[in-house]
């Protein structure tokens, strides 16, 4: 303020002796020093001036508006974050290791694998050769027997006899011999008047 006051009384100084000067007309010597002291009053209320604009600084306040956090939030940076166990650190920056215990029931299952070898088999063939007979007397003895032929018993003789003896193919089979007259037996026993049975050899 005194410098305000101090550059408007200049001024005004500065404006009467002009003024003054330029109404009266004095001798040129008197006139040229007064304009050279109004001249040098004028530059110094300019400097003033100049020297007071010069130095006018001006403060830019910028108010920044923080958020207000309501417990159990904290104020972090300009931002509020969840601090549940109050312990100064934002909830989601602290590290939590959770383990997790997995019990694994193993069951040992003991399997029996039964492995079949095979192994090749010699198979010893042994051919028997079999000579049924060899003589006659191999198939037996000779029998007399009684048969049945034509209505009547007749009494004959049957023989064993050795067909291809000494040989794989040798059989035995009987052959029936009877006394006969012209290729008829003879040798009757017994006449069947309804025939003679031969399973039995009986007369019906």
Not at 3 to 24: D, E, N
Not at 45 to 69: A, M
Not at 106 to 131: D, G, H, N, V
Not at 149 to 165: D, F, G, L, R, S
């Amino acid at each position: 303020m005194e410098a305000k006051k101090t550059i408007a009384l200049s001024l005004v100084i500065a404006v009467f002796l002009t003024t003054f000067v330029s109404a009266k007309e004095t001798s040129g010597g008197i006139v040229s020093k007064i304009t050279d002291i109004i001249k040098g009053i004028i530059n110094s209320v300019v400097n003033i001036i100049k020297s007071i604009t010069g130095s006018k600084t001006t403060t830019t306040t910028v108010t920044t508006t923080q958020p207000k956090c309501t417990p159990p939030m904290i104020e972090v940076g300009k931002k509020c974050c969840l601090d549940e166990n109050n312990n100064g650190i934002c909830d989601k920056d602290e590290a939590t290791t959770t383990t997790a215990v997995t019990t694994k029931a193993t069951t040992t299952t003991a399997r029996t694998t039964q492995r079949t070898t095979t192994e090749p088999t010699i198979e010893e063939t042994t051919t028997t050769t079999i000579i049924k007979c060899k003589t006659n007397l191999d198939c037996g003895t000779s029998l007399e027997v009684k048969i049945c032929y034509e209505k009547a018993i007749y009494k004959v003789t049957q023989i064993p006899m050795c067909k291809n003896p000494g040989t794989p193919q040798s059989l035995c089979y009987i052959k029936q011999v009877g006394p006969s007259v012209q290729g008829q037996l003879v040798g009757k026993i017994e006449d069947c008047e309804f025939g003679c049975d031969p399973k039995t050899v009986t007369c019906r």
